[in-house]
């Protein structure tokens, strides 16, 4: 099946070629600089060209706070296009074939139609998301006070019910992975006992994963508050991961960097998880004060990076290790499709970088007790500069080596404002 591109393959051959000369010259600039240390640049595109990272589908809309929305234009109407969107983020980024749906949000009338859609722009579908944190028009029971944990058993019925229907759809769109995450908790002391809550929360998880096709994984995303104030059944990472070691096998814990108190040390749980089997996932975002859902290394890159050293430190001792890796952001204030691009090569980036830490040095600085050395091993990786790494794998791939400015110079955003007049929708929301 040829590819369909929302933007001319031409436009970007010819936005490429006005850089293409720089690119050459920094590429081999930093070929050489890295070939000093024994590093061969080569080897280093070709893994940056096979990094992947799944677009959110409800993050090309513009998002809005509890307060409000302000849409921007021509945002995508239908899950057609929204899949359109991500079809551009993936021809100039190159790294995003995968698309995770939201559902009821994303509910398709034909799964075989949505699916040869996707194919036709490049994508397959990752991990699919139910939703039991809000009510749905017609529906029979109301998840005000929960759902997989509910103290009433025909609401955790009707959540476990939503989650195998989900299950159903993601397997006639060829995904291989259910993200669950509960709004479910309490606003006040004593509202809910807590035990409990977690033991009606395990109960209906395990009736969930009983209906798990055996080749899906269930990944359990932990938050530490929000839409709940006080508590919430799946806080942190120890919760997620006794729920997962309680339910099986694959069931593991999905960390979405925003879903910890501030100053939490993320890499560290990163580490504690993988340690034991226990590491399925990632939402990638940025965040300064909660889950502000800002664009992924826009407020702490050196932590993304300390998060990729953990990945590839794991990697390094198991081949098999491979979470599902996905952004998971809310654009308020900028061009979703400009936000994922940039977005996905700041993840793309910290993994590169990732890849430059000298282990051998690392690990014999570690058993040295030398935290001085230890420590500056880090940072001369983060900071060297792999962009040209990052445009060289993007070029080889007929992606753009500047996608920002291509995008801008294909004038797409214009047209779809033309294409897709607005539609009167909701002015506050979290998407
Ligand atoms: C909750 O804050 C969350 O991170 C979950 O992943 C949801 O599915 C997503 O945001 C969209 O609401
Ligand atoms: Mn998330």
Redesign the pocket.
């Known amino acids: 099946m040829t590819t369909t591109h929302a933007i001319s393959a031409q436009l970007v051959q010819d936005q490429n070629a006005q850089t293409q000369a720089a690119l050459q010259s920094d590429y081999q600039a930093l070929g050489a600089k890295l070939a000093r240390y024994g590093v061969d640049i080569e080897q280093l595109t070709a893994q940056a060209a096979e990094f992947k990272v799944a677009l959110p589908s ?1 993050g090309v809309g513009t998002g809005g706070t509890r307060f409000a929305r302000f849409p921007g234009q021509g945002e995508p109407r239908t899950i057609f296009e929204k899949i359109a969107d991500c079809g551009v983020i993936h021809q100039l980024s190159g790294i995003t074939p995968g698309v995770s749906l ?1 559902i009821p949000w994303d509910k398709p009338k034909d799964p075989q139609e949505l699916r040869e859609y996707a194919h036709s722009y490049g994508l397959y579908f990752d991990a699919m ?1 139910s939703n039991t944190f809000q009510d749905q028009m017609g529906q029979a029971h109301s998840y005000k006070f929960g759902s997989l944990s509910s103290t009433d058993s025909s609401v955790r019925n009707q959540a476990v019910e939503h989650n195998l229907e989900v299950v159903e759809l993601g397997r006639s769109l060829g995904s291989n992975a259910l ?1 669950v ?1 509960v709004g479910d908790g309490s606003n006040f002391p004593g509202q809910q006992n807590f035990r409990r809550a977690f033991s009606r929360y395990l109960a209906s998880t395990q009736a969930i994963y009983a209906g798990l096709p055996s080749d899906w994984t269930m990944l359990l ?1 932990h ?1 530490m508050y ?1 839409p709940a104030f006080y508590s919430t059944v799946i806080q942190d990472w120890g919760s997620s991961y006794l729920a997962a070691q309680e339910i099986g096998e694959r069931c593991k814990c999905l960390v ?1 960097l925003g ?1 910890h108190a501030p100053n939490v040390n993320i890499e560290m749980i990163v580490a504690r998880l993988a340690q034991f089997n226990k590491l399925g996932g990632f ?1 990638f975002n940025d965040s300064k004060y909660g ?1 502000d859902d800002l664009d992924s290394g826009s407020i702490n890159p050196y932590q993304l990076f300390l998060v990729f050293n953990e990945l590839v430190d794991v990697k390094a001792l198991d081949a098999n290790f491979a979470p599902f890796y996905m952004l ?1 952001q809310s654009h308020n204030v900028t061009d979703p499709i400009e936000s994922l691009i940039y977005s996905a090569a700041e993840v793309q980036r910290a993994y590169v970088k990732a890849l430059l830490v000298d282990r051998q040095a690392l690990s014999a600085a570690q058993d040295a007790n030398d935290a001085m050395l230890a420590q500056a091993t880090l940072k001369a990786a983060y900071n060297l500069d792999v962009e040209p790494i990052l445009q060289m794998a993007r070029q080889q791939k007929g992606a753009a080596i500047e996608p920002i400015a291509t995008y801008r110079a294909s004038n797409y955003r214009q047209q779809c404002a033309a294409a897709r007049p607005a539609e009167k929708r909701a002015s506050s929301g ?2």
């Open positions: 409800w939201h998301n993200t995450w995303e938050k929000e979405d879903h939402h889950d998971d979290i998407v």
